[in-house]
C-alpha cells in the first residue's frame, strides 16, 4: 500500500508534500518517555513509512524527550529527495507524562541546534513552536525562530497549540506556514483556525486526529458509515479529516506497521455529500 492516491498540499510554496502524514511520537517509551520497548520494530516502522511514500514526518525535541528525533536519524538517514521531517520547540519534560512550557528565545536557540544535530540536518524543513509560554511574549519565541531562519538553520516556520489571536500575533512577525492545533471529528474548537489556513495557504496539522482510537460511539454516525463501508472508525474519521478542509494534512501515529497501514487506506476513502452532511453534527 502506498501514500500516491493522497493528495498533495504545497508547504510554504515550495515544499510539495502528500496530504496524509506520519506522526513520530508514540515510537517513543509509555508516557511518551524514554525508549520503545523494541528499538528495532519502530526503525522497521519508521522505513516502512517512508516506503509508503509518506513525505511528511512530524515530531518534537520533547517525544522521548530526544528518542523520536534519534530514532528518525537512525531509520532514515540520509534522507530520501523530498520527504520533510518537521520538528517542535518550546515544550520540556521534567517527567513522563508531564510538559511544560519554555519558549525563551535562548532556550528555543539550544533545542534547536539539538534537534539539528539529533537528525543530522543542516536546515530543518519545518520547524515549529510547541506552545506559547505565558511568561514569555509570542511574538519573543517567533522572533527567535525568525533568526534561526536567517542564519539559514530552520527552512519554514509553524506554530502550535495557538489561538485566533496568537496565530495573527506570531503572523506578524515572521511567515508562518502551519498551524499544529487538537482537532479531530468530535473536538472542531479549532474550525475558525482551519478556515484562517485554507484561506491563506497555511498547513494545518491536525494532533490526535483519531482522539488515541476513542471517536467512535455506539450508533455514531462515524460508527454507521464504517459499518457501511466495512472500514474502521479511524478510517473514516481520517477520511472526514481529508475532506473537511484541503489545508488538513493529518499525521495520524502509531508505534505498530499493522495500524500504520490501516490509516494509510483512509487515503483511498472518498466520502459523499450525504455522509459529510450526516458527520458535520461531530460526536454529539
Same mark, same amino acid.
Given at each position: 500500500? $502506498? #501514500?500516491?492516491?493522497?493528495?498533495?498540499?504545497?508547504?510554504?510554496?515550495?515544499?510539495?508534500?502528500?496530504?496524509?502524514?506520519?506522526?513520530?511520537? !508514540?515510537?517513543?517509551?509509555?508516557?511518551?518517555?524514554?525508549?520503545?520497548?523494541?528499538?528495532?520494530? #519502530?526503525?522497521?516502522?519508521?522505513?516502512?513509512?517512508?516506503?509508503?511514500?509518506?513525505?511528511?514526518?512530524?515530531? #518534537?525535541?520533547?517525544?522521548?524527550?530526544?528518542?523520536?528525533?534519534?530514532?528518525?536519524?537512525?531509520?532514515? @538517514?540520509?534522507?530520501?529527495?523530498?520527504?520533510?521531517?518537521?520538528?517542535?520547540?518550546?515544550?520540556?519534560?521534567?517527567?513522563?507524562?508531564?510538559?511544560?512550557?519554555?519558549?525563551?528565545?535562548? @532556550?528555543?536557540?539550544?533545542?534547536?541546534?539539538?534537534?539539528?544535530?539529533?537528525?543530522?540536518?543542516?536546515?530543518?524543513?519545518?520547524? $515549529?513552536?510547541? #506552545?506559547?509560554?505565558?511568561?514569555?511574549?509570542?511574538?519573543?519565541?517567533?522572533?527567535?525562530?525568525?533568526?534561526? =531562519? !536567517?542564519?539559514?538553520?530552520?527552512? @519554514?516556520?509553524?506554530?502550535?497549540?495557538?489561538?485566533?489571536? =496568537?496565530?495573527?500575533?506570531?503572523?506578524?512577525?515572521?511567515?508562518?506556514?502551519?498551524?499544529?492545533?487538537?482537532?479531530?471529528?468530535?473536538?472542531?474548537?479549532?474550525?475558525?483556525?482551519?478556515?484562517?489556513?485554507?484561506?491563506?495557504?497555511?498547513?494545518?496539522?491536525?494532533?490526535?486526529?483519531?482522539?488515541?482510537?476513542?471517536?467512535? $460511539?455506539?450508533?455514531?454516525?462515524?460508527?454507521?458509515?464504517? =459499518?457501511?463501508?466495512?472500514?474502521?472508525?479511524?478510517?473514516?474519521?481520517?477520511?472526514?479529516?481529508?475532506?473537511?478542509?484541503?489545508?488538513?494534512?493529518?499525521?495520524?501515529?502509531?508505534?505498530?506497521?499493522?495500524?500504520?497501514?490501516?490509516?494509510? !487506506?483512509?487515503?483511498?476513502?472518498?466520502?459523499?455529500?450525504?455522509?459529510? @452532511?450526516?458527520?458535520?453534527?461531530?460526536?454529539?
Amino acid at each position: 500500500m $502506498q #501514500a500516491a492516491n493522497s493528495a498533495v498540499f504545497s508547504l510554504g510554496g515550495d515544499l510539495p508534500i502528500r496530504r496524509l502524514g506520519f506522526g513520530a511520537m !508514540r515510537i517513543t517509551g509509555p508516557g511518551i518517555w524514554g525508549s520503545p520497548p523494541d528499538e528495532d520494530a #519502530a526503525i522497521r516502522l519508521l522505513r516502512r513509512v517512508a516506503e509508503s511514500g509518506i513525505t511528511l514526518i512530524d515530531t #518534537a525535541d520533547s517525544y522521548g524527550p530526544g528518542v523520536s528525533e534519534t530514532l528518525i536519524a537512525r531509520a532514515l @538517514h540520509p534522507y530520501s529527495n523530498g520527504l520533510v521531517i518537521a520538528t517542535k520547540g518550546g515544550l520540556v519534560r521534567p517527567a513522563p507524562d508531564r510538559w511544560v512550557a519554555d519558549c525563551r528565545p535562548e @532556550h528555543l536557540r539550544h533545542v534547536c541546534e539539538e534537534s539539528l544535530t539529533r537528525l543530522r540536518l543542516e536546515r530543518i524543513d519545518l520547524y $515549529q513552536l510547541h #506552545a506559547v509560554d505565558p511568561r514569555v511574549p509570542i511574538e519573543d519565541s517567533i522572533g527567535a525562530l525568525l533568526d534561526l =531562519q !536567517r542564519a539559514g538553520k530552520i527552512r @519554514h516556520i509553524g506554530v502550535s497549540n495557538v489561538s485566533a489571536d =496568537q496565530l495573527a500575533r506570531a503572523r506578524r512577525v515572521a511567515a508562518i506556514v502551519s498551524v499544529q492545533n487538537h482537532y479531530n471529528w468530535a473536538d472542531r474548537s479549532s474550525d475558525p483556525i482551519v478556515d484562517v489556513c485554507a484561506c491563506d495557504g497555511l498547513a494545518f496539522i491536525p494532533w490526535y486526529p483519531l482522539a488515541a482510537g476513542r471517536l467512535a $460511539q455506539r450508533g455514531s454516525a462515524l460508527a454507521d458509515i464504517a =459499518q457501511r463501508r466495512r472500514t474502521t472508525p479511524s478510517q473514516i474519521a481520517l477520511a472526514w479529516l481529508l475532506r473537511r478542509s484541503p489545508a488538513i494534512i493529518p499525521i495520524p501515529g502509531t508505534s505498530a506497521i499493522v495500524h500504520f497501514e490501516e490509516n494509510l !487506506r483512509a487515503a483511498e476513502i472518498e466520502l459523499s455529500e450525504a455522509e459529510m @452532511h450526516a458527520l458535520s453534527g461531530g460526536a454529539a
